[in-house]
């Protein structure tokens, strides 16, 4: 399930290296970027997919804990997956984009997974429905979730029938036959796609995310918004002929490495050792300070208590980066100079490997905010040009708009007018696609130029 929270944490900007407040509050002064017409929609074109970076031995540890256990921590007694050709049909409201999206999906699962699955009409069964649906509609039901699949129905209506029954527990499938994946049609184009690739995934095959992967969408610290050569190569082994639905832990443990060494050949000459474990008490911590339901200095405890966990453990990983990085997007309304302190930590720690851009990306975002608010045009600019090739491989326009934005910003401070308009009108295509609507977008666009001292004067 795609939490609210999470989803807000990936593309929240009003917070992002506020400017001062006080006497000297900033006050956005209008220009003519407001008054510019929005362009066409960019969307992106042929994916960039990395190969997987771990060894086969830390693939198969992955691979088990993602296979049979919930994200809930119930385990799962045997595999289950659906058996020979699976087809998929959307249903209700579906915006335009979305079937594109849809469809660039299921070719992705096929080329890159090699899953036998095909689309179908929407008056025809088939094995995962897909429904839209307006989101005060779902969300009455489901409060938290932004989307979410649930195993042996077809529509809405069962699910308003059925959910607090048996059919929806995925502990009592013996083979997967039917599965209902429900998205709002009423959000951003961005955020559609990204509940497309993650809840058709877990239709597909996992259930659980783990804090530890730092290059999959099966990981609830949402960096990744689209299925990643990591995720294709976890899909491909979920099918491979060797495993069928049934099986024990024990028995598909006993095939994965003959699978891995098929399928994936480079991962038994490199990559990195499995990591340990992740402690409950870090789990506990990061979704109380990145929840809904926790006051400020409680949600702040939580990450603190996080980064003491992480540092305890002696962990540089991913964990580590995104509990410094929590930290720092929750210190952001009170104390600047923490927050500065933990996304440069953040920083560290996703610069220090490959396999993780894309979340030193989103940290530099931040620091982006931060240089292009406390004057520092060049440095704003240098740092969003760091952070942009990996933003685009990872195909979220919705970073890739905010960077763009900053860098227009620090470009137009530097008396570089017609490269800013230039870097901005390109912004904006992409803000259409990870924003979505005008108001939206033009909302971001002022939120961001007011952090540029041009763009403020003193309050009386």
């Not at 400017?19 to 003519?32: F, I, L, M, Q, Y």
């Not at 699976?86 to 915006?95: D, E, H, M, Q, S």
């Not at 070719?107 to 997974?113: C, F, S, T, Y």
């Not at 995310?209 to 990643?228: A, C, E, G, M, Q």
Request: hydrophobic content about 45%.
């Amino acid at each position: 399930m795609r939490s609210v929270a999470a989803l807000c944490l990936a593309i929240a900007l009003s917070a992002c290296g506020a400017p001062p407040s006080g006497p000297e509050a900033a006050r956005r002064v209008p220009t003519a970027t407001d008054l510019l017409p929005l362009p066409p929609m960019k969307t992106f074109g042929a994916p960039r997919v990395n190969a997987p970076m771990a060894s086969n031995t830390a693939i198969t540890r992955d691979f088990l804990e993602l296979a049979f256990q919930m994200e809930s921590g119930r385990r799962l007694p045997i595999l289950t997956r659906f058996e020979g050709p699976i087809t998929l049909r959307v249903t209700g409201t579906v915006p335009a984009v979305a079937r594109a999206d849809v469809a660039r999906l299921i070719g992705r699962l096929r080329n890159e997974a090699g899953i036998d699955v095909t689309q179908v009409p929407s008056d025809r069964a088939a094995s995962i429905t897909v429904e839209f649906l307006p989101r005060k509609r779902m969300q009455a039901l489901v409060p938290q979730a932004a989307c979410f699949v649930v195993p042996r129905l077809t529509s809405w209506d069962e699910y308003r029938r059925s959910r607090r029954g048996p059919a929806v527990d995925w502990t009592t499938l013996e083979t997967r036959t039917r599965a209902a994946v429900f998205v709002p049609s009423d959000t951003p184009p961005q955020e559609i796609r990204d509940c497309l690739h993650e809840e058709i995934a877990q239709a597909l095959g996992p259930l659980n995310d783990l804090y530890r992967l730092p290059d999959s969408v099966f990981n609830d610290d949402n960096f990744h918004n689209v299925l990643t050569g990591f995720d294709m190569l976890i899909l491909r082994a979920y099918y491979a002929p060797e495993l069928s639905s049934g099986m024990s832990m024990e028995e598909v443990a006993m095939r994965l490495p003959g699978i891995l060494s098929r399928i994936n050949p480079r991962g038994g000459r490199a990559g990195y050792a499995p990591p340990e474990p992740t402690p409950h008490a870090f789990v506990e911590a990061i979704e109380t300070a990145l929840g809904p339901h926790a006051g400020a200095s409680r949600r702040k405890s939580a990450a603190l208590k996080a980064v003491a966990i992480a540092e305890a453990e002696g962990w540089h990983d991913a964990r580590a980066g995104f509990a410094w990085f929590a930290l720092g997007r929750l210190s952001l309304g009170s104390r600047l100079d923490t927050a500065l302190e933990a996304f440069l930590k953040a920083r560290r720690i996703y610069g220090s490997g490959s396999g993780m851009e894309v979340q030193a990306a989103h940290v530099d975002m931040q620091l982006a905010a931060f240089a292009l608010s406390a004057g520092h045009a060049e440095d704003a600019e240098a740092i969003t040009l760091r952070a942009l090739p990996a933003v685009a491989d990872a195909e979220n326009a919705a970073l890739l708009a905010t960077l763009m934005l900053i860098r227009a910003e620090a470009l137009e401070a530097q008396g570089r007018a017609s490269e800013a308009r230039a870097v901005r009108l390109d912004a904006l295509g992409w803000a259409r696609y990870g924003f979505g609507g005008e108001a939206d977008i033009r909302r971001r666009v002022s939120e961001i130029a007011a952090l540029s001292p041009a763009n403020r004067t003193r309050v009386p």
